[in-house]
């Protein structure tokens, strides 16, 4: 069967050179006469991958000296906790905007440890906007700030991030991370699951300011503490090292495409061919409000359960597949990760247009 166009959430799409790159030395990586998944993480080659792989983020995201990059385990669900353990000192509060399912999941992880000031939320219009917050809202003596720049399910995305002061600002940019140019100096962490814009699951990079590291909670696990990792260069035990490989991988294809900033311009024109056609279509549209769009996670409805399920059905057929929206909002979602081509964009609003004028 021939590749099809796979719109998935996570694990989404990875380029198709990254693919054939890991098929050619998935047996025999370079001199080493075995697979990376055979190799032991503390070997001569798998230290160069994971530098190289440390190298080339570093790179990709301009990130300054006094952060430190770690490739750890857990998912970004892991961090919902860890965060609080490793920052928590003494209000144990946390400045939130709640946009969605993700907020609300750090939210409750939080609660575990602490509390949790709420800036502002959009669950009144259904998390189809990014709230304007107020900044005598922001506490001064929280322990951070935190936000999801891009909210995989809901489709919004911020585009200018708030000026907490002393405040660290913490943001799970797990499925728009090195989509566009961000100022990492903004932030105290970021933080992202590997699988939609990195490489495969298994993988979550943290980037955390140095300040941050090495005053966790009494009660932290060894492996919930960042200094455990940054002492041991993310070698404190076993990582996961074919992700790291393929990560690498993944970060010399982008490094090649231009870089990030490149990657941005080929994202928006992507995005804007799927939003161009959905403003103006007369059986699909955009539940969220234009400013706050996401560029990675696009929903779209018809309004009828069963021309959507009719719709998901008949793109399938068609090689485009993995759109139906996610279970808790229905519908329809089109992920449009780094490594979609333009092509596979245009291909599904060439099926929508047959498939508006074939159920008008
Ligand atoms: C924004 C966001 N945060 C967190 C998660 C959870 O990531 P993981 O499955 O790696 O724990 C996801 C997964 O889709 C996500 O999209």
Same mark, same amino acid.
């Given at each position: ?39 032991? @993480? ?16 570093? !790179? ?15 998912? +970004? ?5 860890? %965060? ?13 905007? @709640?946009?969605?399912?993700?907020? *609300?999941?750090?939210? !409750? ?10 800036? +502002? ?29 891009? #909210?995989?399910? !809901? ?76 002492? #041991? ?27 990030? +900033? +490149?990657?941005?311009?080929? #994202?928006?024109? *992507? ?16 539940? %969220? ?26 793109? *399938? ?20 990760? #780094? ?22």
């Amino acid at each position: 069967m021939a590749r099809v166009y796979n719109f998935s959430a996570g694990p989404g799409v990875l380029p198709e050179p990254v693919l054939k790159k890991a098929a050619s030395e998935l047996v025999e990586y370079k001199e080493a006469g075995m697979s990376v998944m055979e190799m032991s @993480h503390r070997s001569k080659a798998f230290e160069e991958i994971i530098q190289s792989a440390e190298r080339l983020f570093r !790179e990709l995201m301009q990130i300054p000296q006094n952060y430190h990059v770690l490739f750890l385990q857990g998912g +970004a669900t892991s961090q919902f906790s860890m %965060i609080p353990l490793n920052l928590f000192r003494k209000s144990n509060k946390v400045d939130l905007v @709640h946009t969605g399912t993700w907020t *609300k999941k750090a939210m !409750e992880e939080i609660k575990h440890y602490g509390t949790v000031n709420l800036i +502002a939320s959009s669950e009144d219009k259904n998390f189809s906007y990014i709230p304007k917050l107020e900044k005598n809202k922001f506490s001064k003596d929280a322990e951070y700030f935190y936000i999801c720049s891009n #909210n995989t399910i !809901e489709g919004t995305r911020y585009t200018a991030y708030p000026d907490t002061g002393g405040v660290p600002l913490i943001a799970d940019m797990s499925s728009h991370i090195l989509s566009e140019v961000i100022d990492v100096n903004k932030f105290g962490i970021i933080f992202a699951g590997a699988q939609k814009n990195i490489g495969p699951a298994g993988l979550t990079i943290i980037v955390v300011r140095e300040d941050l590291v090495g005053h966790a909670m009494e009660i932290t696990p060894v492996m919930f503490n960042y200094a455990t990792h940054v002492e #041991n260069k993310s070698l404190y035990n076993t990582p996961p090292t074919y992700s790291i490989y393929m990560a690498k991988l993944v970060f010399e294809w982008l490094k090649n495409l231009g870089g990030v +900033a +490149a990657m941005q311009k080929i #994202n928006k024109e *992507k995005a804007d061919i799927l939003y161009n056609f959905l403003d103006n279509s007369s059986i699909f549209k955009s539940p %969220i409000v234009r400013e706050d769009r996401s560029l990675m996670n696009i929903p779209f409805v018809t309004g009828s359960k069963d021309l959507d399920a009719k719709f998901v059905k008949e793109a *399938k057929n068609a090689g485009l597949v993995t759109l139906e929206g996610h279970r808790s909002v229905g519908g329809m979602r089109a992920s449009i990760y #780094n490594a979609m081509p333009a092509e596979g964009v245009k291909k599904l609003v060439d099926f929508m247009k047959k498939f508006e004028s074939e159920n008008k």
